[in-house]
């Protein structure tokens, strides 16, 4: 059978708790509801006592009725039958009722906690972990164990009851007492030994329900893709793997719960013959009265209800057992990127230092190696190099995106590792090259940029980039709803509204991880008027492919293979004849320079007005335009 689950493994770090461990970490979300729950718990005790004296009362009409009591002791004691079964009903129905409400105070402050530690994680997490599995552990798996928790809170009632009734029958008849408890031994026992085989099953079964939100996520975000490529069908192919291991492993598990939902009614069945037969013949033989037989007859049946009623629901409990596991997982799990300590960091005078570092997304294959690099307060520095030689790996390290193995991350000469976190990155300004919007408006998606900020500031914010122009074009100016991810805007009016929010942010520090690679000229020149002003004053740090960016740094940084190979400003490193050199040979000459035309070539490299090649496009052998060539993409 495992081979026809091959496929649905656990996350790396997922971990197995013990029933008692769930117990305990469930209890404190339900601080604050202490006099809910001591009425919940009052209710449980009245039903499960008014549950427990009926089938006495039954047994006392029983014999009242066959004896010489008068019929208005038979009388009275139907309408205490009536009085208690009302009350019954009545707490249990308040019991149920307010548990639904406290259940779903308890699901909010779970799903709160799981979804903060989703987002607290690091990137490197969210590179192994696909987020739809993310999704079904937030939404999915607290609705599966909030079904657990009220499922019990529901079989503790009739539990109590079972105790209660278990007391009369000992007090009534030992013998019949001792065989009915014996039968509820062996009945417990086998769902007991069941149950880590079930918690096993289940558990493949929420992965597999996993990798199905997971793979449905990332197909539909992709269609366009797809659709583009005709992949459609490849597309329906992938979901009916991972759909078939969900299949699979719902088959075993069902197929498991239909073998021993049986066994156990089986047993029900077997201990209700064994007390009939033992009990009628006390009766015949005098030593049990009519009475007390009708009572043993009752509380059988009310004995084997929550016996069977666990057996019914042990799909859910153990579905709900394995989806408090995945929880509580997901928020136990600590991020790569820890801090040692929390100092205040009120704002940053911007001088970043990476000393002796090694880094690598996984420990065996280094990006950086030994990378030292010392960036002065107020200066703007561009990061040039080939696809893959560790740019973008540099800034996600200023970042605290990801942890680095080996040296230290300086900001102002403090260790990074030594900072608030949320404190040192409001002192970072980030716009990359794809630009995210969340659903709301335009405004909303500026306004993350400073939280608390007011319209004015938002406005001010909007109108500081490409002149506030783009404003115009929007149907409804800066109340223009925008879809998940913006996909309602244009890219270039994306990554406006993006650097609109990092202007009202307002931060010590700015990173463009090749900000304007996605933008038409136009705009891109818009956009460098407010960057410059934007930039004034203000650490940058750029991963740059365009030269009109380059050239405006203070300093250019050379990596190749995830090491810093050269440095120094744009002129200098063309008349050093190195790498710079001949990244601008093969990559930068035929874009536009940003200089005056009198300033001439530079360094023995032609400009490009006199490369026999339009300005500003490049060409492939054969002569066709190809484009602005994105040399430097992380």
């Known amino acids: 059978m495992a081979h026809l689950l091959e496929g649905i493994d656990p996350d790396g770090y997922d971990r197995a708790y013990g029933d008692r461990e769930l117990t305990r970490r469930i209890v404190p979300y339900f601080r604050g509801w202490g006099r809910v729950v001591a009425f919940v718990t009052a209710a449980v005790i009245v039903a499960a006592v008014a549950g427990s004296a009926a089938p006495v009362l039954v047994a006392r009409t029983v014999d009242s009725a066959a004896g010489e009591d008068g019929t208005g002791t038979v009388a009275l004691l139907v309408a205490v039958i009536v009085v208690t079964g009302a009350a019954a009903w009545l707490f249990t129905f308040l019991q149920q009722r307010l548990t639904g409400t406290l259940v779903g105070d308890v699901v909010l402050k779970l799903r709160a906690d ?20 993310l999704v079904s552990r937030v939404t999915n798996d607290t609705q599966s164990f909030a079904t657990l928790i009220t499922m019990v809170l529901g079989l503790l009632g009739q539990v109590l009851m079972i105790l209660l009734l278990m007391v009369a029958l000992f007090v009534i008849n030992v013998p019949l007492g001792l065989l009915t408890a014996a039968v509820a031994g062996v009945i417990v026992a086998v769902s007991l030994g069941f149950r880590r085989v079930a918690r096993s099953a289940s558990q493949q079964q929420q ?68 007390v009939v037969l033992v009990g009628g013949h006390a009766v015949e033989a005098g030593g049990v009265s009519a009475g007390e037989w009708v009572l043993f007859l009752e509380a059988l049946a009310l004995f084997w209800s929550p016996l069977t009623s666990i057996a019914s629901f042990w799909n859910q409990l153990q579905q709900g057992l394995a989806a408090g596991e995945r929880i509580f997982a997901l928020i136990d799990r600590e991020p790569a990127v820890r801090q040692l300590q929390q100092l205040p960091v009120p704002r940053l005078r911007g001088d970043l230092e990476l000393r002796d570092v090694t880094f690598g997304y996984s420990a065996d294959r280094p990006v950086l190696k030994d990378v030292s690099l ?160 934007l930039a004034a004053d203000r650490t940058t740090i750029v991963v740059a492919h365009r030269l009109p960016t380059v050239r405006k740094a203070d300093r250019i940084v050379v990596v190749d293979d995830g090491r810093v190979i050269e440095q120094g400003d744009h002129t200098t490193l063309l008349r050093r004849n190195g790498a710079y050199s001949r990244l601008y040979d093969r990559y930068f000459r035929y874009q536009q320079p940003d200089v005056d035309p009198a300033d001439g070539p530079v360094g023995g490299i032609p400009d490009p007005a006199d490369a026999g090649h339009s300005r500003g496009t490049a060409r492939t052998a054969d002569g066709e335009e190809a484009g602005t060539v994105d040399a430097f993409s992380k």
């Open 207 to 274: 992965r597999a329900l996993a990798e199905v939100h997971g793979y449905v996520q990332e197909s539909l975000r992709g269609i366009a893709v797809a659709r583009n490529y005709r992949g459609e069908e490849a597309a329906e192919a992938g979901l009916r793997e991972v759909n078939g291991r969900w299949f699979r492993a719902s088959v075993r598990l069902n197929r498991l719960f239909s073998g021993v939902f049986p066994l156990l009614i089986s047993l029900t069945g077997l201990g209700t013959v064994a």
């Open 374 to 533: 010392k960036i002065a307060a107020g200066e703007t520095v561009a990061l040039v190099g080939h696809t893959g030689a560790g740019k973008s790996s540099v800034v996600r390290l200023l970042m605290r995106a990801y942890e680095f193995q080996g040296g230290r991350v300086l900001a102002d000469g403090q260790d990074v590792r030594t900072l608030d976190l949320d404190q040192y990155r409001r002192c970072l300004g980030v716009v990359t090259q794809t630009p995210f919007l969340f659903s709301g408006t335009v405004a909303d998606n500026i306004g993350l940029g400073r939280p608390g900020a007011d319209r004015e500031e938002i406005e001010a914010a909007a109108r500081a980039v490409a002149g506030g122009d783009w404003l115009e074009q929007l149907p409804e100016g800066l109340d223009t709803p925008t879809d998940e991810g913006g996909r309602n805007l244009s890219t270039g009016q994306r990554q406006i509204i993006a650097l609109a929010r990092v202007f009202l942010q307002d931060a010590s520090v700015l990173i463009l991880d090749e900000a304007t690679a996605s933008i038409d000229p136009l705009t891109e020149a818009q956009i460098q008027e407010g960057l410059d002003v």
């Open 114 to 133: 799981a979804f903060r530690a989703a987002t607290r994680q690091d990137m490197a997490f969210y590179d192994s972990h696909p987020t739809g599995a």
